[in-house]
């Protein structure tokens, strides 16, 4: 079985987000495991609103950068804050941007496996959001896994550094990586 390569996004902008921390230690426990991992933080990609006039003018280089890294992957981490019930507009804004798809390329999303997270200071922790990213990213041909974890509370769940307090959260955050890493291999 060859080593899945994983990417790892979290759908906020925020410089200090609950959501990077918990997908960076996501990272973490697939790279432990063996997979090659990539965080990307959606804030550096820069990714402009969606407009079919713009796109129009060529693909930025943001959504270009992200749309090679997800066709090159096999799997991806994706945690998603919560937003009004639903996910944020940045994620689904590069959702949108990475759908499209130029003469000949594969769909960047299709058949990429997908694990979520989420995290926020509420007591569902973000879950009633990724129902909705769920149903999207299935609608584009990702292969979204059944298990996932919203986690509550999250301006408790963190250290200083950014580790995550609570050993057997830790392990329910870890036990999902190891999951996604082993179903993308199988599936490469
Ligand atoms: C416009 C807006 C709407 C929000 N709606 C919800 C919500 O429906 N449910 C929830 O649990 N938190 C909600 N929050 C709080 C976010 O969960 C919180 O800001 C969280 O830290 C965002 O994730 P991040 O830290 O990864 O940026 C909302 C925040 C904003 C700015």
Redesign the pocket.
Known sequence: MTTAKIIAL?G?L?K?????LLIQAAANYALESGAEVEVVKLRDLDIPMFDEDLEAQGTPQGVQLLKEKLRNADGILL?S?????SFTAALKNAIDWASRTEQGAVPAFRNKVVALYA????G???L??LNHVRDVLSGIGSLVLADQLAVPS?FNTFDEQGKIKDPDLAEKVSNLALQLVSVASKLK
């Open positions: 979290a906020s925020r200090d987000s609950y959501n990077q945690a804050p919560e937003y009004n019930g995290t926020s200071p509420g569902l922790g973000g009633r959001g999250a």
